[in-house]
């Protein structure tokens, strides 16, 4: 490792100067970093580091709550809550020991039936599966249905996971004004709709991510597919949302849309396919009352419907958008109801104009498998 | 005119591949800051009054800098005073 010296001066009008020096380490075995432009606005979760405890459908719930800092809980693979039931985490970990929930890395991910909420501050949830409906916990859907999953304190992650199958709202939901949270390799799909059908009174208002007062949030290597209405919807006045390396496919509205007073959303990187086709919707709408909207070095391709014209619309700035077709493997494709066995395939084929068209600087050091991206990261949630 | 202050400089993030990229931001102030006061009043017939004061901060205009290594590259960011991309040599 060697390290490099960046002197900083300033200056005023008489000619005073002072200095500074900061140093930079600069190591070839340095784990990749979050892209320079992400770290402005959010810093990554650390690693709990303490005891592992095991739990299982019995007793999970109680060691969730007892959690010190550090500590992980890590679940056997089965099936853990039930349908109209809800659980409130409610444990604290501190900034430098989150504490964890996680399947056992490597064996198959355990699923959480029922309504789960996440109250921080600093923890993670890993490798698992949210599995909908949620059944009966007080709505404010019919039959008492809600969000799956839900964002309600600081400071949060939630990776490695698959949210599937809500009946209404969203398979994620952020509110409250939490601030600092992080959704990182998650596979949302097949949200929304009450008993699944995509044409109800939700056609407009279910979502994958539905993000309302929140602030600082990071959206990365996701696969957010196939629900009712949009992808990641925001609103009210969610900002400095960082919205980065995701595929974002055959959402029935629209692939992503910030409306409202929402303002500060970054989205680069990403794939925005099939998005609007049957309910008619761009791929990216930055529909709110900005500033700071930045559309980066996406891919667009057949969005919006059925001219399939507007890949994107609203006030933010678009820089280098490519819109070509990113030649996934086997792209998902809208149909007017959730899919109970997807088999849609979005890793990226050799001749792909997505490889390599990624900014560095909102890059992430890995893709959804967990494959590096190097420094010639490709657009959406898989690299080549 | 005393010389300005450097209250914070920092490299994000602090270490890097060959060639990585860090942002490095300087915080600062001028030392000769001089907030001036300014009082309004509003009086009726009667002689009644009522005040508000507004303060205005008075500053030399200041320039941040950043040099580094041979092989770095440094680019200020528009708009962003003090905030340089920056990459490793």
């Known amino acids: 490792m060697t390290i490099q010296i960046f002197t900083g001066t300033l200056t005023d009008a008489a000619g005073h100067q002072a200095s ?53 809980l890590y679940l056997t693979a089965g099936e853990y809550g039930a349908r109209g039931s809800t659980f409130s985490w409610t ?24 309504k789960i909420n996440l109250n921080g501050p600093y923890q993670r949830w890993s490798h698992s599966i949210f599995d909908g409906p949620t059944g009966p916990t007080g709505g404010p859907g019919p039959n ?52 699944g059908d995509y044409t109800d009174a939700q056609s407009n208002t279910s979502h994958g991510l539905y993000l309302s007062p929140s602030y600082y949030g990071l959206i990365a290597n996701c696969v957010i597919e196939h629900n009712d209405a949009k992808g990641l919807m925001g609103r009210h006045d969610s900002h400095n949302l960082m919205i980065v390396h995701n595929t974002i496919v055959a959402n029935g509205r629209k692939g992503s849309e910030a409306y409202e007073q929402t303002h500060d959303w970054t989205w680069a990187n990403n794939i925005f396919l099939n998005n ?19 559309n980066r070095r996406n891919v667009f391709w057949h969005n919006n ?15 280098e958008p490519l819109v070509a077709d990113p030649k996934c493997v086997r792209p998902a494709v809208y149909t007017p109801h959730q899919d109970p066995a997807p088999d849609w395939d979005h ?38 | 005119m005393a010389t300005p202050v450097i209250d914070s400089i920092t490299a994000n993030p602090a270490t890097v591949v060959p060639g990585g990229a860090v ?10 800051s001089a907030p001036q006061t300014f009082v309004g009043t509003l009086t009726d017939a009667a002689g009644h009054q009522a005040t508000a004061s507004v303060v205005i901060p008075v500053n030399d205009p200041l320039t941040f800098g950043l040099t580094g290594p041979v092989g770095a590259v440094i680019v200020p960011r528009a708009g962003s005073p003090g905030v340089f991309d920056c990459r490793v040599a």
């Not at chain 1, 005891?51 to 500590?71: F, R, S, T, V």
């Not at chain 1, 791929?283 to 930045?294: D, E, T």
């Not at chain 1, 600087?361 to 010639?376: I, L, N, V």
């Not at chain 2, 942002?23 to 000769?32: L, N, S």
């Open chain 1, 20 to 72: 500074q020096d900061v140093a930079v380490n600069v190591d070839s075995l340095a784990p990749p970093s979050w892209g320079p432009k992400i770290l402005e606005w959010i810093q990554p979760l650390p690693d709990s580091t303490g005891a592992i405890i095991m739990a299982n459908p019995g007793d999970w719930q109680a060691k969730a709550n007892a959690l010190l800092p550090g500590q992980s």
């Open chain 2, 23 to 32: 942002v490095i931001t300087m915080v600062g102030h001028d030392a000769d």
């Open chain 1, 347 to 384: 890793h990226l084929m050799s001749t792909s104009p997505a490889i390599g068209y990624g900014d560095p600087d909102y890059a992430m050091p890995f893709d959804f498998d967990g494959k590096p991206r190097g420094t010639s990261p490709d657009c959406g949630a898989f690299q080549h």
């Open chain 1, 305 to 319: 419907g059925p001219s399939l014209t507007d890949e994107w619309a609203g006030v933010g700035t678009t820089s």
């Open chain 1, 91 to 114: 444990r604290a970990g501190i900034a430098t020991a989150p504490i964890t929930i996680s399947g056992i890395p490597g064996d198959p991910k355990p699923i959480i039936r029922g």
């Open chain 1, 144 to 195: 008492g249905e809600s969000i799956l999953v839900n964002l309600q304190g600081n400071e949060l992650e939630l990776s490695d996971c698959e949210m599937r199958y809500d009946y209404w709202h969203a398979g994620i939901g952020a509110n409250a004004a939490i601030s600092k949270y992080r959704i990182l390799n998650c596979y949302i799909h097949d949200n929304g709709g009450y008993l």
């Open chain 1, 276 to 294: 609007g086709n049957v309910k008619g919707g761009e791929g990216l709408s930055m529909a709110g009352i900005g500033p700071g909207f930045l």
